[in-house]
């Protein structure tokens, strides 16, 4: 009867093209903003697309699935629940602010895991795939009762008692992607074959560097083959080769600071651009620690200190003195990206020069949306922006929110063709090997 699975905070969809590439039946999908779900049911038309808050949908979530499916249970739950306010400090310190008092109000998408977990009980998927960043696993949420509890220990607490799982931080960049984006993948199972594995290997995927040793795929590999493109009027498209291969224009000032960053290195720190002088010895931009908390310096010059020259660096008119001063920014901001490496984390901010690290290596721009497309692995498969609504296309901003916060569709494919492959019996027990 085939394989079929919900997906909740569906967003428009990119990383479901993991669960496509595996013959998954999406049946039932959930997502809030409308928007997004729009281009989301242009993209899978067959699925049934329910708008709206899980925690007011969850009923209907759960009576469409029934209604539609032919399977008592899905094959998988692929959910990707929003988690706000994490915290690198760790639970420990968390729960020690809450006990003070001194924790701000919680952010209340934080307990969307419990609708998540309402409906994962009632529907009993074989598979329940967990995707999210990070630091999710530090997340301290108030349960029904109101009482402080880690996520990830309420997850285990509240599933059904025949689920056994793991979780695990996995960086794109180790399994064929070129971005170093890392996620945490959280993996349960009530598969027979998916119990004895999960509880044969410490993680889901690799058990030691065999995977993480393999090259990288670099930022040249990925994208170094296109046409030139500068953000100059005139130089800054060329659609005739791909409809995505563009990007905006900047201002002559900002372009100055970018032209004469090396790659790697940041605009603040930019040396001498008079020939008279070349003065290399500058004081470069950082930061300081000051209560814990990094602060960019604000000594940094702007003037080099030999000629006396305005330095290529980003500046701004205070409007108090009418004179220029250093614009606000850390070391990472107005910064290239380095060729020989797999592309930073593409943020909802990628085609901003001042966001962190986002400028091309090489080129005077930050990268276009099908450079975006590529470094996700989305253009490894078939996806539209388009809205089914109305069958215009989505705009530059709302493609660039929803690059911005989707998992690498490949990563998806590869965690959920593991789950087949186990459960099709393609994967001895004790064999731990992925081919990418």
Known sequence: MGRDCISLFSS???????????????????????????????????????????????????????????????????????CQGMSSNGAGKLLSEVIKGNRPKEDPRNQLIIPTIEIINNLKPEWILLENVPNMKNTLISDENGNIINIMEYISKTLHKDYIGKFQVMDCSDYGIATSRKRLITIYTRNKRGK???????????????????????????????????????????????SYHYVPVIKKDKYWWIENTPEGETAFSNQCTNKKCSNVYNQVHGSSLNNGR?????????????????????????????????????????KRMSYNKPA?????????????????????????????????????????????????????????????????????????????????????????????
Do not use: W
Not at 207 to 216: G, R
Not at 307 to 333: E, H, Q, V, W, Y
Not at 413 to 428: A, E, H, P, Q
């Open 12 to 82: 428009a969809g990119i990383g479901e093209l993991g669960l496509k590439a595996n013959n998954i039946n999406i049946v039932v999908s959930n997502e809030l903003l409308h928007d997004r779900h729009d281009v989301y049911s242009a993209n899978y038309p067959e699925t049934s697309s329910i708008t709206g808050d899980i925690n007011n949908k969850k009923k209907d979530i759960i009576d469409n699935y029934k209604k539609l499916s032919k399977n008592k249970h899905p094959f998988l739950i692929y959910a990707t629940p929003p």
């Open 196 to 242: 004895s594995f999960l509880m044969k290997h410490s993680r889901f995927f690799f058990d030691s560097d065999k995977i993480t040793s393999n090259k990288k795929i670099t930022l040249f590999d990925a994208i170094g083959h296109l046409p030139e493109l500068h953000a100059k009027e005139g130089l800054n498209s060329r659609k005739d080769f791909n």
């Open 344 to 436: 930073p984390t593409l943020t909802q901010n990628y085609q901003f020069e001042a966001s962190d690290n986002k400028i091309h290596p090489t080129q005077n721009r930050v990268l276009s949306i099908f450079e975006a497309l590529i470094v996700q692995s989305i253009n490894d498969y078939k996806f539209q922006f388009k809205y089914k609504s109305n069958n215009e296309n989505a705009s530059r901003s709302v493609i660039n929110q929803i690059i911005g916060e989707s998992v690498p569709p490949k990563l998806i494919d590869l965690v959920v063709k593991r789950m087949v492959d186990i459960s099709d019996n393609k994967i001895k027990i004790t064999q731990f090997q992925l081919e990418l």
């Open 294 to 334: 990094h602060k960019s310096n604000k000594d940094t010059p702007i003037y080099c200190s030999n000629c006396g020259g305005l330095l290529p660096r980003p500046t701004i008119i205070d409007k108090s003195t009418n004179k220029l001063r250093l614009i606000k920014g850390f070391k990472t901001a107005y």
